[in-house]
């Protein structure tokens, strides 16, 4: 494990050979209960369009969408929204060319949802276009019941389901993640960082290691801890950050050392 002085001291040597990944949801923006009032940690979204300016590349990965997303974070900055299938690059928004086809098929599982769990109170069904959450962070009893009809659902209609922090989500069964999304975006870089909090994070994490094994790129998987950190997720930590609080210090710490 690395302390965070170290991390900043190996991210701040060359910044222009250094490109710097992060998720959203528990990493730049504090959970929350409600997931369309989660906003960014204070400072981080002045730093993350600093550091896109200064460093190679700049980058949020989420399973959110993004039209939540793109308001929130500065055009320097590029967004994956739903793992990749949806992508602001350059300040310009782009789709994955496979993934359209399955926007029916997303909103027709979306009101079947809505039938089939209105007996579960508190669970929220958040349709998001090209993918589906079920959220039960609210109703916590009905995990099991969510994820058996989650299950089913992806069989019955060729989605597939991904367990997350106090969700499942739904997607099309097209073969991006945050991990060849990051694999794709670092290119060329020397050094990759990257900050998750989540099981969804994991392939971003593995990606980071077979670039290193690959190119022998310099690469850090940076764990922001909360009171749900999935086990195999912080095993997989060189660093660990306390909050999203200790992110936004960090990335500032950042911005001071390029200035
Ligand atoms: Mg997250």
Same mark, same amino acid.
């Given at each position: ?25 528990? /990493? ?9 009032? *989660?906003? =960014? ?10 550091? @896109?300016?200064? $460093? ?6 989420? #399973?959110?969408?993004?039209?939540? !997303?793109? =308001?929130? !974070?500065? #055009?320097?900055?590029?967004?994956? *929204? ?15 060319? %496979? &993934? #359209? ?24 069904? %958040? &349709? ?11 109703? =916590? ?7 058996? $009809? ?8 060729? !989605?597939?389901? +991904?367990? @997350?922090? @106090?969700?499942?989500? !739904? ?11 990051? /694999? ?21 994490? *593995?990606?980071?290691?077979?670039? /290193?094994?690959?190119? #022998?790129?310099?690469?850090? +998987?940076?764990?922001?801890?909360? =009171?749900?950190?999935?086990? @195999? ?14 992110? &936004? ?11």
């Amino acid at each position: 494990m690395l302390t965070v002085d170290e991390l900043v001291a190996r991210l701040v040597r060359d910044p222009r050979r250094t490109a710097l990944f992060t998720d959203f949801d528990g /990493t730049v923006a504090p959970i929350v209960t409600d997931p369309a009032a *989660a906003r =960014p940690e204070p400072g981080t979204v002045e730093a993350l369009d600093t550091l @896109a300016s200064t $460093y190679r590349r700049v980058g949020v990965l989420s #399973g959110r969408p993004l039209d939540y !997303l793109a =308001p929130l !974070l500065p #055009g320097t900055v590029d967004i994956g *929204a739903l793992y990749g299938l949806e992508q602001r690059v350059g300040g310009l928004r782009a789709e994955h060319p %496979e &993934a #359209g086809r399955w926007r029916a098929v997303v909103t027709a599982v979306a009101a079947e949802a809505e039938g089939a769990l209105a007996p579960y109170d508190g669970v929220r069904i %958040e &349709a998001k276009g090209l993918s589906l959450t079920l959220h039960v962070r609210r109703a =916590p009893q009905h995990l099991a019941a969510v994820m058996a $009809y989650a299950a089913d659902a992806a069989r019955r209609h060729g !989605l597939d389901a +991904r367990e @997350a922090k @106090a969700s499942v989500e !739904l997607h099309p069964p097209v073969a991006i993640d945050k991990g060849t999304l990051l /694999t794709r975006w670092a290119s060329g870089a020397e050094v990759v960082a990257f900050f998750g909090d989540d099981l969804g994070d994991l392939a971003a994490f *593995a990606a980071l290691r077979e670039l /290193t094994d690959r190119l #022998g790129t310099e690469t850090y +998987r940076v764990v922001v801890l909360g =009171p749900e950190t999935p086990v @195999a997720v912080r095993a997989s930590a060189d660093v660990v950050l306390d909050d999203p609080a200790a992110l &936004a210090a960090l990335l500032q710490r950042l911005v001071t050392a390029a200035s």
